[in-house]
């Protein structure tokens, strides 16, 4: 599972944190093996931490002019 991670932060773009403010640096840092380990407790027991069920959307609108 660890390899599956890594894969996943690889393929993370240098995005804005979300509602938890953690980003990919900060994700970077963390041992991949350690997120795997909490992540499959996460999936086990069915409940992963709160800010992982929210999110923000901006809605950005269309210019005048495009078609």
Not at 1 to 12: D, F, H, I, P
Not at 34 to 43: G, P, Q, Y
Request: hydrophobic content about 35%.
């Amino acid at each position: 599972m660890a390899v599956e991670v890594e894969r996943a932060l690889n393929r993370l773009k240098d995005g804005a944190p979300g509602p938890d403010r953690v980003d990919r640096k900060m994700l970077r840092k963390v041992p991949c093996e350690d997120l795997a380990v909490h992540m499959n407790l996460w999936l086990l027991c069915g409940c992963p931490p709160s800010a992982f069920r929210e999110g923000n959307t901006t809605l950005v609108p269309k210019s005048f002019n495009s078609n």
